[in-house]
Nanobody
Framework: QVQLVESGGGLVQAGGSLRLSCAASGRTFSNRIMGWFRQAPGKEREFVATITGSGSSTNYADSVKGRFTISRDNAANTMYLQMNSLKPEDTAVYYC????????????WGQGTQVTVSS
């Protein structure tokens, strides 16, 4: 069973950068499609980015395209989200999640890490 732990959140000024990490335990990390989601206060959780098991394919929400980069290091069992040109509207709790290639549902979630962008 894979367990996920996020880190790297914090407070940053608008225009700044942060890098989030998602450390996974377990032996099946490289088999999992991984994703980042976020939830702002009073809003529904929304998709941010996803990456295939090999890392060869990625996809982004329009709101972060060109500013955020998702990546993974399967040897280190870790996924990353590099966030540049941050905006106040990026403020949210960020979650990493994992799913198998034969399911559309993310069945593993981390506890979340807070990102706050001040204007």
């Amino acid at each position: 069973q894979v367990q996920l732990v996020e880190s790297g959140g914090g407070l940053v000024q608008a225009g700044g950068s942060l890098r989030l990490s998602c450390a996974a335990s377990g032996r099946t990390f490289s088999n999992r499609i991984m994703g980042w989601f976020r939830q702002a206060p009073g809003k529904e959780r929304e998709f941010v980015a996803t990456i295939t098991g090999s890392g060869s394919s990625t996809n982004y929400a329009d709101s972060v395209k060109g500013r955020f980069t998702i990546s993974r290091d399967n040897a280190a069992n870790t996924m990353y989200l590099q966030m540049n040109s941050l905006k106040p509207e990026d403020t949210a709790v960020y979650y990493c999640a994992a799913r198998t290639s034969y399911s559309a549902n993310y069945d593993l979630w981390g506890q979340g890490t807070q990102v706050t962008v001040s204007s």
